[in-house]
């Protein structure tokens, strides 16, 4: 597959894309193993989250309403993978399993809250997260942004989770809000300032930039986890104006968005809030890009883009007006493609050759990569394979198969299962499981499921062999 698919006329210019473009080749007797076995070159790692961003919201996946020129160039630079999945089609789920290395299946959080005590539910000690891993390899960690696994008193804080700095948000309802009253440094509120009329005027996202570049500043001499959990594009549609200036009254029929959507807002102008949204995040990210040319630690990092679920059509977002997903059917809450297909964007200068990856992988390979990459080993029970050697082009092994379940109410036990380029679908175990052949159909629409006996009969088994009972997720309610 051709990087010129994806990309005809995004509008990349040498100005304003400051970070070096040159040294770019891997030497082909790089010995990936040999240089991640030395302690003293362990790499520094940035793993950047996108909120509600859809497979097709980057100019590098073929957007061509929304300008993204720095992410792009990230693309550029790094694997472009066109195969990737979250962890579920919603924030807390998938960030779990990103977390864990467990599929949902197995991860404890599988929905935003729990099904029978209508809670959010935390993280444990027996939960062995990312941060845990690597702060044991010697690295210093930190979380900006949104956490969402774990609330205020409870084990699943971040600081009990193996960070050593967090500042953001703790759970997905308190960061729908760009103003908030406070936020949280590690464990102590934080008010946001206000004007003299009371009115909150710092905007969370940009606080989260600020923090970042303090973090990096402050350990650049050594080696250093930054998980940047941002909460664009997430409903509520608001971004300050000096944003959203280049996009108003650009998009037709951009109304008002009237009435309120679980507590979300929304500017005068959705369409061009959310474009200049994901717009004010790209120009964040060139600038964190640029801050580890300026201390030296460029070629000693390790980026990754995405997303944390597919879009959302809450709130005056408007998916279908950005083609938010391209072809993919679906989006954030289903586990059609278009809810849980994420581009995914890796680049470590010099170690990893730019290119495109059709590879197919999931938010719980990340933890065993990560271990590999700092030459440490992962917790055992967890579900993901190291994709490290993918990334230097070695031999890499395969999963026997993806799997995805979330339950959205009494009758819904929504699964799914990948498995090659055949995927299923089933909306509950006593439903017809729907068959899609994604070589030819990735938006799902002919179910081959009647003509394709022995595949439907294996995905059965592996639903079945895949789910373990969780007390706040059954998969059959008792009433």
């Not at 205020?152 to 500042?167: M, R």
């Not at 303090?214 to 409903?235: C, E, S, W």
């Not at 008002?256 to 102008?269: K, N, T, V």
């Not at 597919?310 to 005056?316: N, V």
Request: glycine residues 8%; charged residues 25%.
């Amino acid at each position: 597959m051709e990087r010129r698919s994806f990309v005809k006329a995004i509008g990349l210019s040498a100005a304003g894309l400051a970070w070096r473009q040159t040294g770019l080749a891997v030497p082909k007797d790089f010995n990936y193993r040999k240089f991640f076995s030395d302690s003293n070159r362990k790499p520094n790692i940035i793993f950047i989250l996108a909120d509600d961003l859809g497979y097709s919201d980057l100019g590098c996946y073929g957007q061509k309403k929304i300008r993204t020129p720095f992410i792009d160039k990230i693309a550029s630079e790094g694997i472009q993978f066109t195969n990737c999945y979250s962890g579920s089609p919603v924030c807390a789920p998938s960030r779990s399993c990103l977390m864990t290395g467990q599929h949902t299946g197995n991860t404890r959080i599988r929905h935003n809250k729990s099904f029978v005590t209508k809670e959010r539910v935390s993280l444990e000690p027996a939960d062995i997260t990312v941060a845990e891993v690597l702060k044991k390899a010697g690295y210093t960690t930190g979380l900006i942004g949104k956490w969402g696994l774990g609330d205020p008193g409870t084990e699943g804080i971040p600081n009990k989770k193996g960070f050593d700095y967090f500042f953001g948000y703790l759970n997905q309802n308190h960061a729908h809000y760009y103003y908030p009253e406070y936020l949280w440094r590690n464990e102590e509120k934080i008010f946001c300032p206000e004007n003299k009329n009371k009115k909150r005027v710092t905007y969370s996202h940009d606080l989260f930039v600020n923090e970042a570049f303090g973090f990096i500043d402050k350990n650049k001499n050594n080696p250093f986890f930054l998980y940047l959990a941002l909460t664009i594009p997430h409903a509520e549609l608001l971004v300050p104006e000096d944003s959203l200036d280049e996009y108003k009254g650009k998009f037709p029929e951009d109304r008002p968005f009237r009435g309120e959507s679980g507590g979300y807002a929304a500017q005068d102008y959705p369409r061009a809030a959310y474009a200049a949204m994901i717009t004010r995040m790209d120009r964040d990210v060139g600038r964190l890009m640029n801050k580890l040319v300026e201390l030296g630690i460029d070629d000693d990092t390790i980026v990754f883009f995405t997303s944390d679920n597919g879009p959302s059509d809450e709130a005056g977002s408007d998916p279908e007006f950005f083609g938010s997903t391209g072809s993919l059917r679906g989006g954030k809450t289903n586990l059609y493609e278009g809810g849980i297909r994420i581009p995914m964007l890796v680049r470590y200068r010099r170690k990893v050759k730019p290119g495109i990856s059709n590879h197919t992988w999931a938010f719980w390979d990340f933890l065993p990569t990560i271990a590999e990459l700092v030459n440490t080993a992962p917790p055992k029970n967890i579900n993901g394979i190291s994709i490290l050697p993918l990334f230097f082009g070695k031999e890499q092994k395969q999963h026997d198969y993806l799997y995805w379940e979330i339950k959205t109410n009494k009758k819904e036990f929504n699964q799914a299962v990948r498995i090659g380029n055949w995927k299923a679908v089933r909306s509950n175990p006593d439903n017809p499981l729907e068959l899609y052949d994604l070589t030819i159909d990735q938006s799902e629409k002919n179910d081959l499921s009647s003509s394709h006996a022995g595949i439907v009969k294996r995905v059965e088994k592996i639903m079945i062999e895949a789910h373990t009972e969780s007390k706040d997720w059954p998969m059959y309610s008792k009433d």
